[in-house]
């Protein structure tokens, strides 16, 4: 006697399959619940964050400390205060609720626009930076940090001062019937 599947058994045995690869025997792994627990398992002293070209995706809860040193990358005596750590961290904070964005993310994207604009000789200063993209990203411009800080470089590449480029960006919002879309890129 042959058993061929029917059309409710094949779906049964499948399902019964996933179930049972589903399972793992295995505990599960403790997840880190503060950032304290993160900083605790991996100690990163200020020479090694400072020789840090960009923060890894692990490297999240670094990231204000990070900023704070590269504002004087060239400055080994440089030490981060805690009020100057606090002030990156409230802003970096903010901007990632407001962007749904990663820290380290905000922090990289910063640096690089800061060392972009400076190849062209353009000077600004990373809180300047961080605060003039909250003014966009507070009016709810669509775009994330990284398109912000593309459609910001291209207006301070254009001849634009800083003020005027970030009136041009929130100016979209004012703007009757538009959609409010960063320009691309060139």
């Excluded at 400390?65 to 060239?74: D, N, T």
């Excluded at 909250?134 to 634009?160: F, M």
């Amino acid at each position: 006697m042959t058993i061929r599947p029917g059309p409710g058994r094949c779906g049964t045995v499948m399902f019964w399959l996933v179930l049972l690869a589903s399972c793992d025997s295995s505990p599960p792994e403790p997840a880190a619940t503060t950032r304290e627990t993160i900083a605790a398992r991996r100690p990163v002293d200020d020479d090694t964050l400072r020789a840090m070209s960009f923060l890894n995706i692990t490297d999240g809860d670094l990231a204000a400390r990070w900023l704070v040193l590269q504002e004087r990358p060239g400055d080994p005596s440089r030490v981060p205060e805690a009020e100057e750590v606090g002030q990156y961290a409230r802003r970096i904070e903010h901007l990632a609720k407001l962007l749904v964005e990663d820290r380290r993310m905000i922090a990289n994207r910063t640096v690089q626009t800061r060392d972009l604009l400076a190849e062209r000789n353009i000077q600004e200063t990373l809180p300047r930076l961080l605060d003039g993209i909250e003014r966009v990203a507070q009016l709810r411009i669509p775009g994330n940090y990284g398109a912000y800080c593309d459609w910001y470089i291209n207006l301070r590449t254009s001849g634009l001062t800083h003020e005027q480029a970030l009136d041009r960006m929130t100016g979209l919002k004012e703007s009757p019937g538009s959609d409010a879309r960063p320009e691309p890129p060139k």
